[in-house]
């Protein structure tokens, strides 16, 4: 498994590892998650990196290339980047009277997952970030990323997530 942009890009499965990156990048796009602007003075810009994983079906065969731009959160600065990080979480003791009371009663339950559910919360700082390896703006390779959704790796995204 690939660890860098790089390295995918030399992989054997160069073209599959850049069609997953081009579907990442054409998502953050259309969901408006940055500008690319120039850096203010003052101001650092946090890192980002790929991840890169392959899907298997059940019977362990490969479903498709995925590959996800995730922002160096550990970067952030507090009072700069961030200020609150609490999102509220379920207990595990909650979820065990649910299920309980479900089956008790003969309910049915439903449980989901929202795509991209951290990608969809509007940011209340500014945060700047690297453009990432293999999609710098031609036009502006000195720019970097504002950043006006949240993005995965981000210390606020759980609780942006929660306020959307």
Same mark, same amino acid.
């Not at 599959?16 to 069609?19: A, D, L, Y």
């Given at each position: 498994m690939p660890t860098t942009f790089k390295s995918a890009m030399e992989s054997s499965d160069a073209a599959?590892? @850049?069609?997953a990156c081009d579907s990442e990048c054409d998502s953050l796009l @259309?969901?408006?998650t940055w500008d690319v602007v120039p850096l203010p003075k003052g101001r650092k810009a946090i890192g980002c990196r790929w991840v890169f994983r392959v899907k298997e079906n059940q019977a362990g065969e490969i479903e498709r290339f995925k590959a996800r731009l995730v922002a160096k959160g550990f970067s952030q600065k507090y009072g700069i980047d961030? !200020?609150?990080t609490f999102a509220p979480v379920a207990k595990f003791t909650s979820i065990r009277i649910v299920l309980s009371l479900a089956a008790k009663y003969g %309910? @049915? %339950?439903h449980q989901m997952d929202v795509k991209t559910a951290f990608l969809n919360g509007v940011l209340d700082? !500014?945060?700047y970030m690297a453009q990432p390896d293999g999609y710098v !703006?031609? !036009?502006h390779p000195d720019h970097v990323c504002k %950043? @006006?959704?949240?993005l995965?790796? %981000?210390k606020q995204s759980p609780r942006m997530w929660n306020q959307t």
């Open positions: 599959k590892w @850049k069609e @259309k969901n408006d961030y !200020d609150e %309910l @049915k %339950l700082e !500014d945060i !703006d031609e !036009d %950043l @006006k959704r949240s995965y790796g %981000l």
